[in-house]
């Protein structure tokens, strides 16, 4: 079955820039879309169709995608901005799948 | 304003069965795409199953045969039929409807627990 391959941790300090990886086979061809979810709330799209930005969201978060690889890039990160980020995406035959997440530490 | 809640979360024993509920207000269930997806404790999010606006089913193969989604458009709802439960099953059950070409998930509910247990 298809994957879609994050790291399981980023760390930073607060003011620097935290990016996170989503590698997959069949990313050349599908968008990928990005997803935050802070502890016990639901998830909030942050990133869409690779690199757009929902209304409510920050500009210090933008998305980018080459390749096989999709990069969500937090600029300045902040302690409020510690959350678990999920990439998301469809395989080639239009399966759905969710990154297996990331934990995003900023202190 | 979309919101969606959910309902139906509980204990039941391994084998057993259990409906889930997201009450939908602010849109039509009937005309968009609705999701679940699911979250194991401490673990990551994983896709369960969607119904199209045409009414077609799709589900992820961990839960192919025994879970059903469905929608009851006079009540605005959306269900989950879940049978022959296992403990793999336990997780927090989010509904969320797709955007408007049903390719994503973009409004989610706040999730309901299923505790698979003996």
């Known amino acids: 079955s298809y994957e879609l391959t994050q790291p399981p941790s980023v760390s930073v300090s607060p003011g620097q820039t935290a990016r996170i990886t989503c590698s997959g086979d069949?990313?050349?061809?599908?968008?990928a879309y990005w997803y935050q979810q802070k502890s016990g709330q639901a998830p909030v799209m942050v990133i869409y169709?690779?690199?757009k930005r929902p209304s409510g969201i920050p500009e210090t978060f933008s998305g980018s995608s080459s390749g096989t690889m999709a990069t969500l890039t937090i600029s300045g990160a902040q302690v409020e901005d510690e959350a678990d980020y999920y990439c998301?995406?469809?395989?080639?035959?239009?399966?759905?799948?969710f990154g297996g997440g990331t934990k995003l530490t900023v202190l | 304003e979309v919101q969606l809640v959910e309902s139906g979360g509980g204990l039941v024993q391994p084998g057993g069965s259990l409906r889930l509920s997201c009450a939908a207000s602010g849109f039509t269930v009937s005309s968009n795409y609705m999701s679940w997806v699911r979250q194991a404790p401490g673990k990551g999010l994983e896709w369960v199953s969607v119904i199209s606006s045409g009414d077609s089913t799709y589900y992820a193969d961990s839960v192919k045969g025994r879970f059903i989604i469905s929608r009851d458009n006079s009540q605005n709802t959306l269900y989950l039929e879940m049978n022959s439960l296992r403990a793999e099953d336990t997780a927090v059950y989010y509904c969320?409807?797709?955007?408007?070409?049903?390719?994503?998930?973009?409004?989610w509910g706040q999730g309901t627990l299923v505790t698979v247990s003996s």
């Open positions: 069949a990313l050349p061809k599908k968008y």
């Open positions: 169709e690779d690199s």
């Open positions: 969320a409807r797709d955007d408007s070409n049903g390719y994503y998930p973009e409004y």
């Open positions: 998301f995406s469809r395989d080639s035959s239009g399966d759905r799948v």
